[in-house]
């Protein structure tokens, strides 16, 4: 089985490794170290999870642990000074571990067998998500540089009420459709209605411009119903004034429409 360090300290990390413990079939033995024992107290009981309480940054007591041949190391600790310390003595015991680090501060570690999972970007991306008009996009999947997006069409749009077959769709793709939080496959026959979510993937450029295009594009009347209006007279059945308030309504809605014609 393979074999899992993880050092941590403090509260963010207690809840991480809260939820590590609810984790069902991982298939991974679990070594954790923790300096105060008090601070990590979960009670939890697991055959695939054990405990050491000790200072992380002693290069002698974390030797005692190393004859496991860990496969990887996690460093999730509130200390910079000690999370820098423990990065140094777990590299000194094995030069090829891949670290894995919880990095607040913006650490400078140039080191091919080191991640660094920037908290302050995390946080940041993730609470500017709640923002109007914010394309939604997957930093944790693919290349994580916005391949991936989520866009909620809103009433008005011009993807509203259209077929997918009629979109035409160049360096990107609908690849799902979210209705009522349910999952809807793509068919050239569906058609899209208000409020419903898209996900698209693509170039990130070219995503941003559709994102805009579904977006800021609301109210773009007759769009997406047709580009023209047609006005229908019938000059027997309707009087001349009739007609005439009909010619200077048609008149005034294609001037303040986007009607081609």
């Known amino acids: ?25 991982l298939g991974y033995f679990f070594t954790i170290v923790c300096q ?7 009670g939890a009981n697991s055959e695939y999870i054990e405990f050491h309480h000790f200072d992380p940054t002693s290069t002698a007591r974390l030797e005692t642990l ?39 501060w913006g650490l400078n570690i140039n080191d091919v067998h080191t991640n660094l999972a920037d908290a302050r970007m995390t946080l ?26 989520e866009v909620k069409i809103p009433a008005g749009s011009i993807f509203a009420y259209r077929h997918i077959s009629s979109i035409q769709q160049k360096r990107w793709r609908i690849v799902l459709i979210y209705r009522n939080s349910k999952i809807y496959f793509v068919k050239p026959s569906f058609v899209l209605q208000p409020n419903d979510s898209i996900l698209i993937v693509g170039d990130p450029a070219v995503l941003q411009s559709i994102f805009h295009n579904i977006r800021g594009k609301a109210g773009q ?3 997406p119903f047709g580009s023209n ?9 309707m009087s001349e004034d009739t007609q005439e308030r009909l010619l200077d309504t048609t008149l005034q809605l294609v001037k303040k429409s986007n009607a081609k014609k």
Do not use: W
């Not at 993880?6 to 609810?22: M, P, Q, T, V, W």
């Not at 105060?36 to 979960?42: F, G, P, R, S, V």
């Open 36 to 42: 105060n024992e008090e601070n990590i107290n979960l």
């Open 229 to 237: 209006i047609f006005t229908l007279i019938d000059m027997k059945k």
């Open 221 to 223: 009347f007759p769009l």
């Open 124 to 149: 940041s991306r993730r609470f500017m998500d709640f923002l109007p008009d914010i394309a939604l996009t997957a930093y944790c999947v693919g290349l994580g540089v916005g391949e991936v997006m």
């Open 66 to 104: 190393m004859n496991k041949s860990f496969k990887q190391a996690f460093i999730y600790m509130q200390d910079e000074f000690e999370t820098k310390k423990t990065y140094e003595a777990l590299r000194s015991l094995d030069a090829n571990l891949e670290i894995e680090i919880m990095d607040f």
């Open 1 to 25: 089985m393979n074999h899992i360090l993880i050092i941590i300290d403090g509260i963010l990390a207690k809840h991480f490794l809260e939820r590590l413990c609810f984790e069902k079939g």
